[in-house]
Nanobody, 119 residues
Framework: VQLQASGGGLMQPGGSLRLSCTAS????????MVWCRQAPGKQREVVAR???????NYADSVKGRFTISRDNAKYTVYLQMNSLKPEDTAVYYCYANLTDYSLRRADYWGKGTQVTVSS
């Protein structure tokens, strides 16, 4: 199983970016999909989470600005980031909780994608 994230880049404050993360491989069932971020010198934090029923929750710092969604048929999770702030600058990681064909359930992480918000 692999997760591939994309969509990061450089954006001015107030702008928008959309991140995508697709899981591939021997996936039997897909459960929670999560976006985390880690800024320089800070601990990694959960930004947004969505379960397989579509229920979501967000970090207080991004509520009202970020929206997480998923396409179960494509094993893909999205993070729409609006009204970006310099403090959103970080490496963004996705992970998925899933069972593979051997019915082993675990968290699988993608490589990070850099988001930089600067004028």
């Amino acid at each position: 199983v692999q997760l591939q994230a994309s969509g990061g880049g450089l954006m001015q404050p107030g702008g928008s970016l959309r991140l995508s993360c697709t899981a591939s491989g021997s996936i039997f069932s897909l459960y929670d999909m999560v976006w985390c971020r880690q800024a320089p010198g800070k601990q990694r934090e959960v930004v947004a989470r969505i379960n397989n029923a579509g229920d979501t929750n967000y970090a207080d710092s991004v509520k009202g600005r970020f929206t997480i969604s998923r396409d179960n048929a494509k094993y893909t999770v999205y993070l729409q980031m609006n009204s970006l702030k310099p403090e959103d600058t970080a490496v963004y990681y996705c992970y998925a909780n899933l069972t593979d064909y051997s019915l082993r359930r675990a968290d699988y992480w993608g490589k990070g994608t850099q988001v930089t918000v600067s004028s």
